[in-house]
Nanobody
Framework: QVQLVESGGGLVQPGGSLRLSCAAS????????MAWYRQAPGKQRELVAS???????NYADSVKDRFTVSRDNAKTTVYLQMNRLSPEDTAVYYC????????????WGQGTQVTVSS
């Protein structure tokens, strides 16, 4: 069993930055795929960024060149550095982990609120 705990959310002004962290605990030795999703009020949950154990990275078009995802495999932590934030980035951000490249057990964190407002 794996537990994912997010931190780092909060209120920030437009143009500001935040860094989210997701710490994994439990049977974490081979979480292949880790990702950040977000869900804004009234919208579907969407993939923001992902990183694999062998460091393959993908971003949603809406966050490219503003967000950076990284992972520390030794600490089993994944980060999301968010720069040049806009009100459209306001959402609950969720950490997601999947044990295998395709299928297998998958886990969600509880979410952390990010609000971008002046």
């Amino acid at each position: 069993q794996v537990q994912l705990v997010e931190s780092g959310g909060g209120l920030v002004q437009p143009g500001g930055s935040l860094r989210l962290s997701c710490a994994a605990s439990g049977s974490t030795f081979s979480i292949y795929f880790m990702a950040w999703y977000r869900q804004a009020p009234g919208k579907q949950r969407e993939l923001v960024a992902s990183v694999t154990l062998d460091n393959r990275i993908n971003y949603a078009d809406s966050v490219k060149d503003r967000f950076t995802v990284s992972r520390d495999n030794a600490k089993t932590t994944v980060y999301l550095q968010m720069n040049r934030l806009s009100p459209e980035d306001t959402a609950v951000y969720y950490c997601y982990g999947r044990m295998l490249p395709f299928g297998g057990a998958a886990y969600w964190g509880q979410g952390t609120q990010v609000t971008v407002s002046s």
